[in-house]
């Protein structure tokens, strides 16, 4: 077996063996809630993981020299997938103890939300949409869930939000590693915050801890319950948009509610590298960042048009609804966020202000952030550089590469990547439109657009009556939009190397 190959397989096992830990933390929860019939599931979860992450470090060493960048891609694609695959289980595997009613442990009664995650593919569907940090639940109503899967979902999500491969990297490697950087280099500042993979990803996961306490604070003091606080602050800044409620954030119809989490959602789709030198006090590193200016800008400008269009589209009765609505729904699809304050969007929103929420969703975020998307740093760069490249093709005396081969590099790259979201987009909306026939063309895509970018806000469409082929494409988007797709195509290509 080739070398690279078996960094990548021991890597994994380390990566899954830390994975363990989450539902083993989980069984606290389950404990303080008194739902003891949930902790067999978490057991059996935490023991799978760990089973399988310490069968591949025993079998595989972990040679060094290898292709640090190669193995990395390889781990960090697989590892995604197979989390949200684990993320699944505890979903599955309480809803069948559910329904078995196992003596001697006292099982509560089956609800519909519940009995949705019996079917495998549903709870595949929710563990992948919780890991990406996209936000569409097959429940369809999760305050019918039992607590401890309440905070499964937020956790995975908050786990998900900067990437379970951060996470384990404190574990990996006290050492600066090349694979770590290769892939996270647009996901999470790894040189700029610390000199080592440990100590960057020790200061994310602290810096994260501390804007989760301090949102779910903020929450309960406007308002919200002790517990919905906690969850929707680690779905919040981690631009997840998992809720505990039915219609997400519009079943509590109060508008201090939505404008206090207008922070929560923004703060998440900043990068976390200028949010952390912020902290710190380091203002000369964070004044005149131009992905914030131009993170921002894109904020106020979809939120003026989407505003605009329900207004003079007469979307809502009152101008200043249109406002409310339209500004919590522009800020949600713009930072990833996904939190919903109204969920009738694909019948009374005009088709223009669904069509700008789309265009948001896949400009997305900040580059560093948790939020999906392109990243508005290679929006920024192909609008930018565009022209200059443009005049390339008619005068190739004119060409910068020699000159400015980095900037030719870097839009090279964001154009790629631009154009693979597009192609994926195309084709998963296709899968669409052909099994489900009678949804609107606008629907669809501003729905797929929403599962790519790892957003959430939904039209309408995606929920547990969608064919289950069209649920598996969907798990595909979502994993592959995480990843911002390049990865899963190099790993493609190594592992059909490997094979052939």
Do not use: C
């Not at 206090?260 to 200028?274: D, H, N």
């Not at 669409?432 to 939904?458: R, Y």
């Amino acid at each position: 077996m080739d070398e690279t190959f078996r960094r990548a397989l021991y890597d994994f096992g380390t990566l899954v063996k830390v994975y363990a830990f989450l539902p083993a933390l989980s069984i606290v929860v389950a404990i303080a809630w008194g739902e003891f019939y949930a902790i067999p599931a978490f057991l059996l979860t935490a023991a799978v993981a760990a089973g399988i992450g310490l069968g591949l470090e025993s079998f595989f060493d972990a040679p060094e020299d290898v292709d640090g960048m190669s193995s990395g891609v390889i781990t960090v694609t697989v590892g995604w997938f197979v989390a949200g695959l684990l993320s699944a289980l505890p979903l599955l595997l309480v809803a069948w103890t559910v329904r078995l009613q196992p003596p001697p442990v006292a099982v509560p009664v089956m609800t519909g939300s519940l009995e949705t995650f019996l079917t495998p593919i549903d709870a595949v569907f929710e563990g992948m949409s919780g890991v990406t940090g996209t936000g569409f639940s097959m429940a369809a109503d999760p305050g019918e869930l039992p607590r401890t899967l309440q905070w499964w979902r937020s956790l995975i999500q908050w786990v998900g939000g900067i990437g379970v491969i951060v996470l384990a990297s404190a574990f990996v490697s006290s050492e600066e590693s090349d694979s770590f950087s290769a892939i996270h280099g647009n996901m999470a500042p790894t040189e700029t915050i610390r000199s080592t993979t440990a100590g960057t990803a020790a200061a994310l996961w602290w810096l994260l801890a501390l804007l989760t306490v301090a949102s779910a604070l903020w929450l309960w003091f406007v308002g919200m319950g002790p517990w919905a606080a906690l969850n929707h602050a680690m779905t919040g800044v981690t631009t997840g948009g998992f809720t505990i409620t039915a219609d997400s954030i519009g079943s509590y119809d109060d508008p201090v509610v939505e404008l206090a989490l207008l922070p929560v959602m923004i703060v998440g789709a900043v990068s976390f590298s200028l949010l952390f030198f912020l902290f710190r006090g380091d203002l000369e590193k964070v004044r005149g960042d131009a992905q914030t200016t131009w993170l921002f800008g894109a904020l106020g400008v979809s939120t003026v048009v989407v505003v605009g269009s329900l207004v003079v589209s007469a979307s809502y009765p009152e101008p200043t609804e249109a406002i409310r609505y339209g500004v919590f729904q522009a800020v949600s699809g713009t930072t990833s966020a996904g939190f919903q304050t109204d969920s009738a969007l694909g019948d009374s929103w005009a088709s223009s202000g669904l069509l700008v929420v789309t265009l948001s969703m896949i400009v997305g975020g900040a580059a560093g952030s948790t939020a999906g998307g392109v990243k508005v740093i290679r929006v920024r760069r192909l609008l930018l550089d565009a022209p200059e490249h443009g005049m390339d093709v008619y005068d190739p005396s004119e060409s910068t590469a020699d000159t400015a081969g980095g900037a030719s590099a870097a839009f090279d790259t964001a154009a790629i990547i631009a154009v693979l979201w597009f192609v994926l987009l195309f084709a998963t909306s296709v899968v669409a439109l052909l099994v489900l026939p009678g949804e609107a063309t606008a629907d669809v895509l501003f729905e797929v657009a929403s599962v790519q970018g790892n957003v959430g806000l939904s039209s309408g469409i995606v929920d547990a009556t969608i064919p289950s082929s069209l649920k598996v494409a969907l798990v595909l988007a979502m994993w592959i939009g995480r990843l911002e797709i390049v990865p899963v195509l190099v790993t493609a290509q190594i592992l059909y190397e490997e094979v052939v």
